[in-house]
């Protein structure tokens, strides 16, 4: 041990204590910025900046699977788009897949809209629009008959048109209920929305976990400074110039695991070296679900939007054929006594036309208060209600899942951006200090 205790007294004597105690103090600044800006690279831009090469496009297929996940290289451009906003279209199904579906099944969500409170409200709005809808059916259906009609005629087809309206209703929203796990794909309804919208789904992460990603930043100095200390020794020994860019590439990647590390792992506590560890997201899953169940509530699966992708949506045409087949009957209803006298006016294929176009019409009217944007900020709260006692309930690691898979195998860019700066680093101390003891 003798000559061990003379090298270590040789070392000492000869260290360049102001360069050795500089390279903690390097890797602890550029293990903040490691961290800082792996964040902006995760959320920034919201949109593609970059340019078009002209090849690109082509010469991308044939490139490693890892290099064809850059945003931007499979459309044939050079540049960057933020990886979530990138990937906004696959969070949307891993949220679906992970999280949404086991929240509760379409027919749970319609059912805590409460129909009869749907029923009710699109009474209140359709039925004013009983003549309209009459009038103009008829009017391109049979216009002399209709202008020959006394009003007194006309005033009792409204009516008996009108007082059909909530049995109409309630046999509508009834019929959606029963078939709502057929007609409503909340999968297609996210994904097509997240993929519409990136910024919504930057929001979703910024006030998921806002804290935690402060957090980390501020970590990447802590973790940088003490993974420098070692650095600084094996520098001051080896006296070798590459060696100090080399160990920068360890740090800054190790820097940006560790923070990841923080955030999601271990999604329960568990004790390491007598030390209880919790991953920090997974220390406020309570007041993270209500973050989340409020912006789900209110920008993704709302009443409005369900209108429309029932109308709208790829299953909008069994929708719509579902409604029209509630509705046929109360156009015969309507017809009251004179029925039969007007099938023979009329001729028989004639009354059926203008039986079909009042349902068709009735259709898309039917379902209009479901987009009403005051009507639906009510029932959204009981969304919120719904998907922030589930979202509490769920699994630790379902919950970590939910946000973390959407990033995770694009995470290497993170790790190799850290890489990149700490070599950086490393090159940028090398410069200004030298190699200790060269």
């Known amino acids: 041990m003798e ?33 800082w800006s792996g964040l902006v690279m995760l959320f920034a831009p919201v949109q593609f900046k970059g340019i078009t090469v002209p ?29 979530v906003p990138a990937r906004a279209a696959k969070m949307g199904s891993i949220a679906v897949d992970k999280a949404i579906a086991k929240l509760g099944t379409p027919a ?22 009983i003549p309209e809808l ?34 109409v209703v309630g046999r509508v929203t009834t019929e959606i209920g029963v078939h709502i796990d057929q007609l409503l794909d909340p999968k297609i309804m996210v994904i097509d929305h997240f993929r519409k919208n990136p910024a919504l789904v930057v929001r979703i992460f910024r006030d998921f976990g806002q804290k935690e990603l402060d957090l980390m930043v501020r970590f990447g100095f802590i973790f940088g400074f003490l993974l420098g200390i070692p650095v600084a020794v094996i520098d001051s020994i080896a006296h070798t110039w590459w060696l100090l860019p080399l160990l920068g590439v360890v740090v800054g990647w190790i820097t940006n695991a560790l923070g990841m ?113 005051e009507f639906s900020a009510r029932q959204a709260e009981k969304i919120r209600v719904l998907i922030a006692t589930r979202t509490k309930e769920l699994p630790p690691r379902d919950f ?10 694009d995470e290497w860019m993170l790790y190799a951006h850290g890489a990149i700066m700490g070599a950086a680093g490393g090159f940028l101390h090398l410069a200004i200090f030298g190699t200790q003891g060269g």
């Open 400 to 409: 970590v899942d939910m946000m973390r898979s959407a990033i995770k195998e």
């Open 108 to 129: 749970e969500f319609y059912q805590q809209l409460e129909p009869d409170q749907i029923a009710e409200h699109i009474v209140r709005v359709f039925r004013p629009e």
């Open 55 to 83: 090849g690109m496009r082509e010469l991308a297929t044939i490139l490693p699977r890892k290099a064809q996940e850059v945003p931007g290289v499979l459309q044939g451009g050079i540049g960057w788009q933020g990886i």
């Open 134 to 167: 009459v009038d103009q059916v008829m009017q391109a259906e049979h216009p002399r008959l209709w202008r020959d009609l006394p009003p007194a005629v006309k005033q009792g087809v409204y009516t008996r048109v009108q007082a059909q309206v909530p049995n």
């Open 3 to 35: 000559w061990f205790t003379e090298w270590l007294t040789h070392w000492y004597e000869e260290l360049d204590w102001f360069a050795f105690l500089s390279i903690p103090v390097f890797t602890g600044v550029i293990g903040w910025a490691i961290n």
């Open 261 to 373: 590390w923080l955030i999601f792992e271990p999604p329960e506590p568990k004790k390491i070296f007598g030390i209880t560890w919790h991953g920090l997201f997974l220390q406020r899953q309570s007041e993270a679900a209500e973050v989340y169940a409020q912006i789900i509530a209110d920008d993704v699966i709302t009443l409005e939007r369900i209108g429309d992708f029932l109308l709208d949506g790829p299953r909008g045409d069994r929708t719509r054929q579902m409604l029209a087949a509630a509705l046929r009957p109360a156009i015969d209803q309507a017809a009251g006594p004179a029925r039969a006298a007007i099938k023979v006016v009329m001729g028989g294929e004639r009354f059926d036309n203008i039986r079909e176009s009042v349902a068709q019409e009735a259709v898309g009217r039917t379902l209009t208060p479901f987009k009403d944007a």
